[in-house]
């Protein structure tokens, strides 16, 4: 049984920085994908980050040059770095981790990120 726990939420000001982490416990395949996904009430879910066990990444558009996706695959543990934070990146942030091979999605509970001034 894969489980996902956040951490590094907060409030922060337009301009601050957070750090989440995202530690993955359970027996997990070596070959996977592990992702931040954010969600504002009444609106879709939408990938942040993701990051590769190779260490491929992809940025959503919005978050470019902002955001830093990093990863410790001896401890199973996925990083955001979140520099310039701005109003609406506002959400609820949660860690994925896709196991393709396996066909397998897990999901964490989540952490809110409020940017209020």
């Known amino acids: 049984q894969v489980q996902l726990v956040e951490s590094g939420g907060g409030l922060v000001q337009p301009g601050g920085s957070l750090r989440l982490s995202c530690e993955a416990s359970?027996?997990?395949?070596?070959?996977?994908?592990m992702s931040w996904y954010r969600q504002i009430p009444g609106k879709e879910r939408e990938v942040v980050a993701r990051?590769?066990?190779?260490?491929?990444?992809y940025y959503r558009d919005s978050v470019k040059g902002r955001f830093t996706i990093s990863r410790d695959n001896s401890q199973n543990t996925v990083y955001l770095q979140m520099n310039s934070l701005k109003l609406e990146d506002t959400a609820v942030y949660y860690c994925?981790?896709?196991?393709?091979?396996?066909?397998?999605?897990?999901w964490g509970d989540g952490t809110l990120v409020t940017v209020s001034s």
């Open positions: 359970g027996t997990i395949f070596s070959v996977n994908v």
């Open positions: 990051i590769s066990n190779t260490g491929n990444t």
């Open positions: 994925h981790l896709e196991e393709p091979l396996q066909h397998l999605i897990h």
